[in-house]
């Protein structure tokens, strides 16, 4: 038990010594929707548009790989309009507190680096807010009513996203993103209830972002220990 214990810190040690470190902010804007069955749901649904931001932390050991934290404010819903009239319109608008923890893996060592983000956040309700234009009559004779239906406090749910690294100089650097929120079947339903027949609710979203970061742990390679080989006496070996 001893040696293990021993063998972790050292295995601790050695990732944060030739390991990198870095904290920043991002900015970025997506595409949210809202998925519900049955598909008759997702008739008169065009994209929401809303921005999202928050701050990051991103740990690399010597292999390129580590996690990935962040804290975000994000707004995502879902909205409908009429396919004939832009007067006609429903917005559900959905404020989170959203804590992303991610695997995050880099590929090359250079100034230019290509990365990807994959796992698993919980995001917390902080604000639900409907706008209807000329849709009420829509809203009151809608059979399964998905519009006065209350939201649970708390979602969750996976992303997974690829994007780039730039590092400019030693200390900073800066990023962009593609991200896409994975549907999982069976998944967290939006509602605290399933009524009218609404048999699944989930939340979707694809977008992007970018960034700044500042490197405080540097990430270093291992010195290969070159030995020296004297060339006296080689000659002194028989042949096999």
Request: no cysteine; aromatic share 14%.
């Amino acid at each position: 038990m001893k040696r293990f214990l021993i063998s972790i810190l050292v295995t601790m040690t050695t990732a944060a010594a030739f390991g990198q470190l870095s904290v920043g902010v991002r900015a970025g804007y997506g595409a949210f929707g809202a998925y519900f069955e049955p598909p008759a749901l997702q008739g008169d649904q065009v994209p929401l548009y809303e921005p999202n931001f928050g701050i990051m932390a991103v740990f690399n050991d010597k292999s390129n790989a580590g996690i990935q934290m962040e804290v975000n404010y994000a707004v995502k819903g879902w909205r409908e309009q009429d396919k004939d009239s832009s007067h006609i319109e429903y917005r559900r608008e959905l404020t989170y507190l959203e804590v992303p923890l991610m695997t995050h893996f880099e590929l090359g060592r250079g100034w230019f680096r290509i990365y990807g983000v994959i796992g698993p956040y919980i995001a917390f309700l902080r604000d639900d807010e409907s706008t209807a234009k000329n849709y009420d009559r829509r809203i009151a004779y809608n059979p399964y009513d998905m519009y006065n239906q209350k939201v649970r406090k708390i979602d969750f749910g996976n992303k997974a996203g690829l994007g780039f690294r730039v590092n400019i100089g030693k200390h900073i650097s800066v990023f962009a993103d593609a991200r896409y929120d994975l549907q999982i079947a069976g998944g967290q339903n939006i509602f605290k209830k399933q009524p009218n027949g609404i048999q699944a609710s989930r939340l979707t979203e694809i977008g992007g972002s970018v960034g700044i970061v500042f490197n405080i742990l540097q990430q270093r390679t291992e010195k290969v220990k070159e030995y020296y080989i004297p060339k006296e006496g080689l000659d002194d070996y028989p042949e096999p």
